[in-house]
């Protein structure tokens, strides 16, 4: 089975600043999906980026970005230019290549407070 | 954009109680998804369900069951809640989970068993 983790129960980080959010998984699969999904104090999770694992080149989305690492199985999270808005939890997740249908598995989050 | 509603946000029930959680999504998404989020133990999958009538367990099923009686709409059902139920459950659908496709959320009902 596949596991997700999340090293960083709490962060903080001042506006305007860069912080970047630590994710782990365990996997036997070479084929995979990738992805960061945020949940604000309004509770609506939102997917933030999305990574393919048989591409090399790393997903950006604006001030978000990964840098993921296949051999080390690492997946974390960047944040440039922090705003106010960017508070919230962040969830790593993980979804296996497969023929059949198979869920998201997600890390537990990390509790970003970006502070003014 | 694709919507996925939960019909309640907050909700308070009794122990022993029969309790439905009701979502609805209006883009025609095969999969959906029922997961409870606790604190300190992230989002924990309970059903899933990939066509109508189908269902598969998820990590934690116990306690739950599921309805899906037409593509739009899946139902979870506490058959007799118990206070370690209480929980933030979400509900998601997506497209197609095979090539990858991320989620569309509800935006939560916080079920207290009281």
């Known amino acids: 089975a596949q596991t997700v983790t999340q090293s960083q129960p709490e962060m903080s980080v001042q506006e305007a600043e860069t912080v970047t959010l630590s994710c782990t998984y365990d996997?036997?699969?070479?084929?995979?999906?990738l992805f960061w999904y945020k949940q604000p104090p309004s509770r609506q999770m939102i997917l933030v980026i999305r990574q393919e694992a048989y591409k090399q080149q790393n997903a950006t989305e604006n001030r978000f970005s990964v840098n993921f690492q296949k051999a080390a199985k690492s997946f974390s999270l960047k944040i440039s230019d922090s705003q106010l808005g960017d508070t919230a939890m962040y969830f790593c997740a993980f979804m296996k290549h497969s023929s059949g249908n198979t869920p998201l598995v997600f890390g537990k989050g990390t509790r970003l407070s970006v502070i003014a | 954009d694709v919507k996925v509603t939960q019909s309640s946000r907050y909700l308070v029930k009794r122990t022993g109680e029969k309790v439905f959680l009701e979502c609805v999504q209006d883009m025609d998404h095969e999969n959906m998804f029922w997961y409870r989020q606790d604190p300190g133990l992230g989002l924990r999958l309970i059903y899933f369900s990939y066509d109508v009538k189908m269902k598969e367990k998820g990590d934690i099923p116990e306690g739950y069951s599921v309805s899906r009686e037409k593509k739009e709409r899946f139902s979870l059902i506490l058959e007799s809640a118990s206070t370690n139920q209480t929980s933030m459950y979400l509900c998601?659908?997506?497209?197609?989970?095979?090539?990858?496709?991320?989620?569309?959320f509800g935006s939560g009902t916080r079920l207290t068993v009281v």
């Open positions: 996997t036997s699969e070479s084929n995979y999906y």
């Open positions: 998601a659908s997506s497209l197609g989970t095979r090539q990858g496709y991320g989620y569309t």
